[in-house]
């Protein structure tokens, strides 16, 4: 299996999810273009980048490969009209399989900074004071005072992905 990023986050989220799944499992990670904007907006260009990352991961090397991408995505009624949602794309050279995590709101603060330019992860560091904190234990730890880190929210995109894989009946692979 070939995770199609370097983050430690994103493999160690998919690692621990793909390991309770599948007994014999290695993991390879790469560096991999997603090939959309280095700050995601709305839900197609969102999942394009966890798509295209999933698929420039894999090779004949690997039975999976796994991309994974977040983006802020329009949500009417929520203060500052996006949450935070992470989404999980895996490909095994033919079929695609898609999930997505729980996701959060960032304050106002941080929004108003995104639209005019800035990616969420630089704002979120200057708030926290926390270098890479995308890296480490995520945004979403800081703001839910460390009830849900961010290796767990990964995990929750990978694993809703899995759940037709891991049916594979129920959804008419075989």
């Known amino acids: 299996m070939v995770v199609g990023s370097k983050n430690p986050v994103k493999v160690n989220a998919a690692r621990n999810v793909l390991k309770r799944i599948y007994n014999d499992l290695t993991v390879h990670s790469l560096n991999v273009d997603s090939e959309i904007p280095d700050q995601p907006f709305g839900l197609d260009q969102t999942i394009e980048g966890a798509v295209n990352r999933a698929k420039n991961a894999f090779s004949d090397e690997f039975d999976l490969s796994v991309g994974i991408e977040s983006g802020l995505i329009e949500v009417p009624q929520t ?10 794309a895996i490909f095994d050279g033919n079929l695609i399989t898609i999930g997505a995590s729980s996701g959060f709101e960032y304050p106002p603060t941080v929004i108003k900074r995104v639209m005019e330019g800035f990616e969420v992860g630089d704002v979120m560091d200057e708030v ?3 270098d890479d904190l995308g890296q480490k234990k995520g945004a979403v730890s800081h703001l839910s005072h460390d009830m849900l880190n961010r290796t767990e929210n990964t995990e929750e995109c990978v ?16």
């Open 79 to 88: 203060l500052t009209g996006y949450i935070d949602i992470q989404w999980c």
């Open 159 to 174: 694993l809703t992905a899995m759940i037709p894989r891991m049916n594979e009946k129920v959804y008419g692979f075989k």
């Open 128 to 130: 926290t004071g926390v």
